[in-house]
């Protein structure tokens, strides 16, 4: 490698840090995967869902429609079993740019088996027809923070 070469290679290394991380608005559109594997989910995922991350992994990689936001705030999607559909198996994932707060829904057999944060009726009133989309009773037992 030329004196050249070498110090362009030194000067892109040492740009990078200096360069902006994409926002996390920029997985609207994507799919929930898209917005799983984001830094700001991440280790919030692996740390709340405990017992589940196998089946949060898997609900992750599962058809749902694109990450939207609510109310110029809350980054969600959701991913559901192609057979049964979110009641029988799927996630629900948030994330507020505001607060940098995560909000999680994982449910399996008709159930929710994990909720971040564990009581509905701290869940934002924004994310309400999110809730809607991905199981409509459980949009009905949010509260109105």
Do not use: K
């Not at 799919?31 to 992994?57: C, D, I, K, W, Y």
């Not at 694109?66 to 705030?73: F, G, I, S």
């Not at 994932?93 to 449910?107: Q, Y």
């Amino acid at each position: 490698m030329t004196r050249i070469g070498l110090a362009a290679a030194i000067v892109s290394l040492l740009a990078a840090p200096l360069t902006a991380q994409e926002s996390i608005t920029a997985v609207i559109g994507q799919p929930v995967l898209a917005l799983a594997q984001r830094p700001e989910m991440t280790t919030v995922l692996r740390f709340n869902s405990g017992g589940h991350r196998t089946a949060v992994a898997a609900r992750v990689r599962d058809p749902g429609p694109p990450v939207a936001l609510a109310d110029d705030r809350y980054v969600y999607g959701f991913g559901c079993r192609p057979q049964g559909g979110c009641r029988e198996g799927g996630v629900f994932l948030a994330f507020d740019v505001h607060d940098e707060r995560v909000f999680m829904l994982l449910t399996e057999a008709g159930s929710v088996r994990l909720s971040v944060p564990p009581d509905p009726r701290s869940w934002p009133e924004g994310l309400r027809s999110g809730v809607a989309e991905f199981i409509p009773a459980l949009a009905e037992a949010m509260g109105g923070r």
